[in-house]
């Protein structure tokens, strides 16, 4: 008896890869593609159980990868007070969010909020301390910057973390006062004793984290993530829970596991005597990367540069490690066998790391191990260069432009801001980049980045160096078979041909054809297939 495919789509464009380009027709047999072709070709797969997806003109995508996001952290903060621009556009918005949640809980029981951003606030300012006071008296409230490393923290919270006016500061962290008093604001490894004092999650709450979170990719045509720093919120823990869910059918996308391995809270020590070094695991779930952080963010004023930001005060942002310090756990890390994806956005971190990374692949060869920069925003031709030869690869996320694009102009100035994340150069380079959101820095949605890439537009409208623009399919390269090789599985996912996995998106308009403008405004993700099961469906 001849095969019969579980799934056929047809009847609108299917984008199959770059190579393979756009089909009629597309047959899945369990978890697989199992042909792609023209109607004529893919017809006689079709039997009395197999499933005909009209897609009425819409167009079909390999599932998208978002190649760097935080999944326990964006399920979590699902729950917490949304201060975002669009939910909290003034300081008066933001502080009366925190006030309602004040009124729902008792007293000492913690607020946590994430999202502001304090270029887009009315005030044009951080929020201060004394504001979350008179907002929350009675709670500790914890209020955490778009790009999750600034912090704003009351009274009450700074209490319970121990910090006062007389704290030291610690090294790749700032404690800010203005004449002589605390504002609130900590960044990078000074918010450690505030998030020590806060109430530790339990596996639970971690694996409600991925599901929730998880979920919500897969409403938007995402079946493939990386978890940007697995034990940040549990510790080693986060490796049982994520296995949990996984074997308790609460895993809803493809995660790759990036470890966290930053001296001091590194989880890598008790992978490795486990066994969980890069490519453990399956298809679900995948030990991927180690993750060191070597500086902050750009709209924070924290990512490290070799020219200072504009104003006073001469910052060149936070760096986190002596070279040699950084050189010996990059080592150690690549000669366990690990891939590494370390974040570095500033164009001297992006130095430093560079420089780790050729040190270790000359003590210990290896023309494949891949190890990425995440976000390297602010890279130079030079690095480039040296990139290419090395096989060192960007793994940005291009929505930044599009949230924080205005930002990296009012701090660093159109002539430097500009061409930051230079996606074209990589792509001409031949240096395969990802995309993604960071969520919960940036909303995973990936429209908003769509339209970057092809713009360079950001939410204002402003053009960040228009020659840095993609096509349609490179945008959507990024997003599938760039997003694979990222993690060494483009020969598993990423495409849509015979024997790959049937992960696959369904948008609401044709993006090849479309206006940028429309793809920003209003299109959905309408079906995604997650090895060949229909796992998301949205109401029309």
Known sequence: MAIQADIVLRNGPIWCGREEGVVEALAIFRDKVLAAGSDAEIAPLIGPRTRVVDLKGRLATPGLNDSHLHLVSLGMTMGWVDSKPDAAPTLEALLGAISARAATLKPGEWILSRGYDQTKLDTGRHPYREELDRAAPNNPVMLVRTCGHIAICNSEALRLGGIDEKSPTPQGGLIEQQNGRLTGLLAENARAPVQAAIPAATEEDIIAGIERGGQYLLSLGITSCMDAAVGQKGGFGEIAAYHRAKRDGRLPVRTWLTLLGDDGRSIVPQCYDAGLISGTGDDMLMVGAVKLFLDGSAGGRTAWMTEPYLGEDKTTGVWMWEDAELERMVLDAHRKGYQLACHAIGDAAIEQ???????????????????????????????????????????????????????????????????????????????????????????????????????????????????????IEEALQAYTEFGAFSQKQEKVKGRLAPGFLADVAVFSRDLLTADPADILKDTRCDLTILGGEVVYEREV
């Open 353 to 471: 790391l560079i420089t780790a990374y050729e040190k270790a692949l000359a003590a210990y060869p290896d023309s494949d191990r891949r190890h990425r920069i995440e976000h390297c925003g602010f890279s130079t031709p030079a690095q480039h260069e040296r990139m290419v030869k090395a096989g060192i690869y960007p793994c940005p996320q291009q929505v930044f432009i599009h949230d924080f694009g205005d930002a990296y102009v009012k701090v660093l100035g159109p002539e430097r801001a500009l061409p930051s994340y230079p996606f074209r150069t990589w792509f001409d380079l031949g240096l395969k980049p990802g995309t993604g959101s960071d969520a919960p820095v940036c909303d995973p949605n990936p429209f908003p980045n769509f339209h970057t890439m092809l713009t360079r537009k950001t939410w204002k409208g402003t053009v960040m160096d228009e020659r840095q623009r993609v096509s």
